[in-house]
């Protein structure tokens, strides 16, 4: 289906290179006929690659801390005056930790570094849907969409403290969906999409074994970052005008799994092994 977003405007937060998730959708968005405002926090547009993006989408960037408000007020001000009007979509593609970067397991975080993971992953969610209501700056039926993960839900090895941020997220969804959709009939989802090798992902302890696994596991194999695109467009078009406060799972149906034939015969491998491999110790 073509043009599902035609006469559509938005704004895309999180944008880095042609790895980044929010960097497709924003050129399925374009390719559906939206238009739109490309936003990262200044550092990342020194050392991303949004001009680029930008350019190919004819989109205009505004910098962006997206934990401070008045960062987000200046966003969505400078957004209406480009579109003179009311804007239809928003993207939040934000996620990052201090104690994954640096290694720090989930029994020893640092605190400080912990309060910036919840600010910058989950708490510039709610930042930003509250300056757009206070700003009405979404029109009737407008969809945001935020990017979740299955450790909001099940504890997974290495993912640390972003659990604790993606599961604030997905409950910021919920709880600003029903005050945005009973007023203005505005609906926020989240997407539980698969592992992913962004350059955000690449960071995480193991995640090329943990991509392995939930592709053995999953029936229809891991979703890849143009699919998670594809299925973020469904979101912001009026084919979806019904559905909110959801955390969709989009991870080929590893989500629904106990285990899997694949993995399996891969697990039954491990017992032709020597019986006195050593373990590694203080794994989260």
């Known amino acids: 289906m073509n043009n599902l977003l035609k006469g559509k405007k938005g704004i895309i937060f999180g944008a880095l290179n042609d790895k980044s998730i929010a960097w497709k959708v924003a050129e399925k968005a ?13 550092v990342s547009l020194r050392f991303g690659n949004l001009h680029e993006l930008a350019e190919k989408t004819g989109s205009q960037i505004i910098a962006a801390d997206a934990t401070s408000v008045k960062d987000l ?11 003179g009007g009311k804007i239809d979509f928003v993207l939040h593609s934000i996620g990052m930790s201090l104690n994954v970067r640096k290694g720090r397991t989930y ?4 605190y400080e570094y912990y309060q910036k993971t919840i600010d910058i992953s989950a708490l ?10 206070k700003k ?10 935020a990017l979740s993960y299955i450790a909001a839900q099940r504890t997974l090895y290495g993912y640390n403290d972003m659990a604790d941020a993606k599961s604030i997220l997905e409950s910021i969804a919920r709880s600003f969906g029903y005050i945005y959709g009973r007023e203005k009939k505005i609906r926020i ?8 090798m962004t350059t955000a992902g690449s960071g995480v302890k193991g995640i090329g074994a943990l991509i392995d696994f939930t592709e ?4 229809l194999g891991n979703a890849t970052a143009d699919e998670c695109a594809d299925y973020t467009i469904t979101l912001f078009s009026d084919l979806t005008r019904k559905v909110t406060m959801q955390n969709l799972y989009h991870d080929g149906g590893f989500s629904s799994m106990g285990m899997s034939l694949r993995a399996m015969h891969q697990y039954n491998k491990s017992f032709d092994e020597p019986e006195d491999i050593e373990q590694p110790e203080n794994l989260d």
Request: zero cysteines.
């Open 30 to 42: 374009y390719e559906q006929g939206a238009e739109f405002v490309l936003t990262n926090v200044p």
């Open 73 to 83: 007020e200046n966003l969505f001000d400078k957004t209406l005056e480009i579109f």
């Open 124 to 133: 510039s969610f709610h930042k930003m849907l509250q300056v757009a209501k």
């Open 189 to 196: 989802n989240t997407i539980s999409q698969s592992p992913t």
């Open 107 to 110: 029994d020893n975080l640092n």
């Open 216 to 219: 053995r596991m999953s029936p």
């Open 136 to 145: 009405d700056a979404i029109n009737e039926w407008g969809s945001v969409v």
